[in-house]
């Protein structure tokens, strides 16, 4: 493998570098000491020595000065090249097929490898083949070595081939020093990283057995890291999460997956310093070693097990917290149920008897009394429509609310439904406009539950609307939809309140100081009719200027079979109900 490819670190990449500097330096050197013989015999008339010690000075010179530029693929390129080409010079004058020429020129690719990138190396293989070509083709020409002595050559080819064999040598020598060191800072890291992460990091053989186990596992388990070998680890199992726990590790072991499971273990030495054994929750997470082919046991196994005690305490803190919470929603919805069947009662008589007062059956009253009974009526009216939007409030959270679905003109229920609220329009001066599409498809839906939700929207846009202003209602086919909106120019919403809408008890100007009267569950039911319909409820407002309330209910009626309309459409789950207490009973025993 090429240092330049595995040497991705810096540490490798960096001695890589060095290496072609001291090559380049080992080629200057030999060439500078070779260079009085080859002068010498330069001046007896053989110039071959001088020729390749000329070619190592430059190409040592040059790669030296790339080195010192920064160029280090140049210099790597240049001695590749210098090898190759006092390898063509030696083949070529020897007259040899086989030759020591030959035996330099194979260096150059072992060189590329070792420093160079992949297309320098691709290139030296090519240029390999080129140099064994002129040698084969120089050799059966016999050209070459009549007038080299070959005690020369011997000592040239000799030298040279020590030269280039030298610089292989030390080049493989870094690329081993280089690869140890990174190796040995590899396993350091990640032996630091096992022993300081915080989840514990345990590793088992094939067979099962403990290999290894981090330092986090002795807070963990409570115990030191050697008492977790054998089969100490699976007895701190909770005998009810033996199995799971088996099968994940067997998952991982024998088929090679990867597992999660959550599990209850023993710890010896609890953080409180009580001593005694505890159970606590773990995430244990089982991954497969895939390095190399499973042996006949399976795959060795590394597992990361996490304290997830603290966690679990907070699901089943929230789990109670919501079953107090429903609990108190499911006793205030009989609350309201209660208290409204409890007050309608008495309301109907004083409704009915303040009337009977005011149209003077009982005899007739003075006008301050008459005003009285008109009071009278007005309030009791007042409280009773409040009852009756209770009630129909706790059926809906309950889930009790019942729809009798059934074909119906939509466009019959909008003039009753204006007239009932006429009364209260007139008094300020509102006036209300009718806007129906004509040729309207019928309906499927509960009538009542759609009239409802129109005397909702129309008595909310007539009380925040301003004196003299209009309200407007429009039906309209949207899609397999009817649209059924209201419009107001009334005082509008802000955008945090427009978000709120529908929710129950909510009023978007609250406090001692509202100018309007309400509960604030008008839309709370209109939303839940239109949800119990599968529709949709959308709101657009702007302070000021006004608000419009659409509603879209499917033309086809909810998803429910037109048989089936009687049977209870539930707007919210229920709760599963808890066994009651028997303590109020218990209390009054004892009183």
Same mark, same amino acid.
């Given at each position: 493998?090429?240092?330049?490819?595995?040497?991705?670190?810096?540490?490798?990449?960096?001695?890589?570098?060095?290496?072609?500097?001291?090559?380049?330096r080992?080629?200057?050197?030999?060439?500078?000491?070779?260079?009085?013989?080859?002068?010498?015999?330069?001046?007896?008339?053989?110039?071959?020595?001088?020729?390749?010690?000329?070619?190592?000075?430059?190409i040592?010179?040059?790669?030296?000065?790339f080195?010192?530029?920064?160029?280090?693929?140049?210099?790597?390129?240049?001695?590749?090249?210098?090898?190759?080409?006092?390898?063509? =010079?030696?083949?070529?004058?020897?007259?040899?097929?086989?030759?020591?020429?030959?035996?330099?020129?194979?260096?150059?690719p072992?060189?590329?490898?070792?420093?160079?990138?992949?297309?320098?190396?691709?290139?030296?293989?090519?240029?390999?083949?080129?140099?064994?070509?002129?040698?084969?083709?120089?050799?059966?020409?016999?050209?070459?070595?009549?007038?080299?002595?070959?005690?020369?050559?011997?000592?040239?080819?000799?030298?040279?081939?020590?030269?280039?064999?030298?610089?292989?040598?030390?080049t493989?020598?870094?690329?081993?020093?280089?690869?140890e060191?990174?190796?040995?800072?590899?396993v350091?890291?990640?032996?630091?990283?096992?022993?300081?992460?915080?989840?514990?990091?345990?590793?088992?053989?094939?067979?099962?057995?403990?290999?290894?186990?981090?330092r986090?596992? @002795?807070?963990?388990?409570?115990?030191?890291r050697?008492?977790?070998?054998?089969? #100490?680890?699976?007895?701190?199992?909770?005998?009810?999460?033996?199995?799971?726990?088996?099968?994940?590790?067997?998952?991982a072991?024998?088929?090679?997956?990867?597992?999660?499971?959550? /599990?209850?273990?023993?710890?010896?030495?609890?953080?409180?310093?009580?001593?005694?054994?505890?159970y606590?929750?773990?995430?244990?997470?089982?991954?497969?070693?895939?390095?190399?082919?499973?042996? @006949?046991?399976?795959?060795?196994?590394?597992?990361?097990?996490?304290?997830i005690?603290?966690?679990?305490?907070n699901? /089943?803190?929230?789990?109670?917290?919501?079953?107090?919470?429903?609990?108190?929603?499911?006793a205030?919805?009989?609350?309201?149920?209660?208290?409204?069947?409890?007050?309608?009662?008495?309301?109907?008589?004083?409704?009915g008897?303040?009337?009977?007062?005011?149209?003077?059956?009982?005899?007739?009253? #003075?006008?301050?009394?008459?005003?009285?009974?008109?009071?009278?009526?007005?309030?009791?009216?007042?409280?009773?429509?409040?009852?009756?939007?209770?009630?129909?409030?706790?059926?809906? @959270?309950?889930?009790?609310?019942?729809?009798?679905?059934?074909?119906?003109?939509?466009a019959? =229920?909008?003039?009753?439904?204006?007239?009932?609220?006429?009364?209260?329009?007139?008094?300020?001066?509102?006036?209300?406009?009718?806007?129906?599409?004509?040729?309207?498809?019928?309906?499927?839906?509960d009538?009542?539950?759609?009239?409802?939700?129109?005397?909702?929207?129309?008595?909310?846009?007539?009380?925040?609307?301003?004196?003299?202003?209009?309200?407007?209602?429009?039906?309209?086919r949207?899609?397999?939809?009817?649209?059924?909106s209201?419009?107001?120019?009334?005082?509008?919403?802000?955008?945090?309140?427009?978000?709120?809408?529908?929710?129950?008890?909510?009023?978007?100007?609250?406090?001692?100081?509202?100018?309007?009267?309400?509960?604030?569950?008008?839309?709370?039911?209109?939303?839940?009719?239109? @949800?119990?319909?599968?529709?949709?409820?959308?709101?657009?407002?702007?302070?000021?200027?006004?608000?419009?309330?659409?509603?879209?209910?499917?033309?086809?009626?909810?998803? =429910?079979?037109?048989?089936?309309?009687?049977?209870?459409?539930?707007?919210?789950?229920?709760?599963?109900?808890?066994? =009651?207490?028997?303590w109020?009973?218990?209390k009054r025993?004892?009183?």
């Amino acid at each position: 493998m090429s240092l330049a490819v595995a040497g991705s670190g810096h540490r490798p990449e960096m001695l890589r570098r060095k290496t072609i500097g001291d090559n380049a330096r080992l080629l200057l050197l030999a060439s500078v000491l070779a260079m009085p013989f080859a002068v010498f015999w330069l001046v007896g008339g053989r110039a071959l020595p001088f020729v390749v010690v000329a070619i190592g000075l430059g190409i040592g010179m040059a790669t030296l000065a790339f080195h010192a530029s920064r160029q280090y693929e140049q210099a790597a390129a240049g001695q590749v090249f210098g090898i190759l080409g006092a390898g063509l =010079i030696l083949t070529l004058v020897d007259p040899m097929l086989v030759d020591t020429g030959l035996t330099i020129a194979l260096i150059a690719p072992v060189h590329a490898s070792l420093l160079a990138r992949s297309s320098l190396r691709k290139l030296s293989w090519l240029l390999l083949a080129g140099v064994l070509a002129c040698g084969m083709a120089a050799s059966v020409a016999g050209f070459g070595g009549a007038d080299v002595p070959q005690t020369m050559l011997g000592i040239v080819s000799g030298l040279a081939f020590i030269t280039c064999a030298g610089m292989v040598a030390y080049t493989a020598h870094g690329i081993g020093a280089a690869f140890e060191v990174y190796d040995k800072a590899q396993v350091t890291a990640y032996r630091h990283l096992i022993e300081h992460v915080r989840d514990s990091v345990i590793r088992f053989s094939s067979e099962g057995d403990v290999l290894l186990a981090s330092r986090s596992s @002795e807070t963990l388990f409570g115990c030191r890291r050697y008492e977790l070998s054998g089969a #100490s680890l699976s007895e701190r199992l909770h005998v009810l999460d033996r199995p799971i726990y088996l099968t994940a590790f067997s998952d991982a072991n024998k088929a090679g997956k990867s597992r999660v499971v959550e /599990v209850r273990m023993r710890q010896d030495d609890p953080v409180g310093g009580t001593k005694l054994p505890r159970y606590i929750w773990v995430e244990a997470s089982f991954s497969p070693v895939r390095e190399d082919l499973p042996s @006949e046991g399976g795959y060795e196994v590394v597992a990361l097990f996490r304290d997830i005690t603290a966690r679990k305490d907070n699901e /089943v803190a929230m789990r109670e917290a919501q079953r107090i919470a429903e609990e108190a929603s499911t006793a205030k919805s009989r609350f309201l149920a209660t208290i409204g069947h409890e007050l309608r009662t008495p309301l109907n008589a004083v409704v009915g008897f303040s009337e009977m007062m005011t149209s003077g059956i009982g005899g007739e009253l #003075s006008p301050t009394h008459r005003e009285y009974a008109g009071l009278i009526h007005q309030g009791a009216r007042h409280l009773l429509e409040v009852v009756r939007m209770l009630l129909d409030m706790s059926k809906l @959270e309950a889930g009790k609310f019942e729809l009798q679905t059934e074909p119906f003109v939509a466009a019959d =229920i909008i003039e009753p439904c204006m007239q009932m609220v006429e009364a209260s329009a007139r008094q300020r001066g509102i006036k209300i406009v009718a806007d129906i599409a004509p040729k309207l498809p019928a309906l499927v839906g509960d009538e009542r539950a759609c009239r409802q939700i129109l005397l909702n929207l129309l008595s909310n846009a007539i009380k925040f609307s301003h004196d003299g202003g209009t309200v407007t209602v429009s039906l309209k086919r949207q899609g397999q939809c009817l649209n059924l909106s209201v419009s107001d120019t009334g005082v509008g919403m802000a955008p945090e309140a427009l978000s709120r809408l529908g929710e129950a008890f909510f009023q978007a100007h609250e406090g001692l100081t509202r100018r309007y009267e309400g509960t604030g569950l008008g839309l709370s039911i209109v939303k839940g009719l239109v @949800e119990l319909h599968e529709g949709t409820l959308r709101a657009l407002s702007e302070i000021g200027a006004g608000t419009t309330v659409t509603v879209l209910l499917p033309v086809n009626g909810p998803a =429910i079979k037109v048989e089936d309309t009687a049977a209870v459409t539930p707007l919210h789950r229920e709760p599963v109900s808890s066994p =009651i207490s028997s303590w109020q009973d218990e209390k009054r025993k004892a009183q």
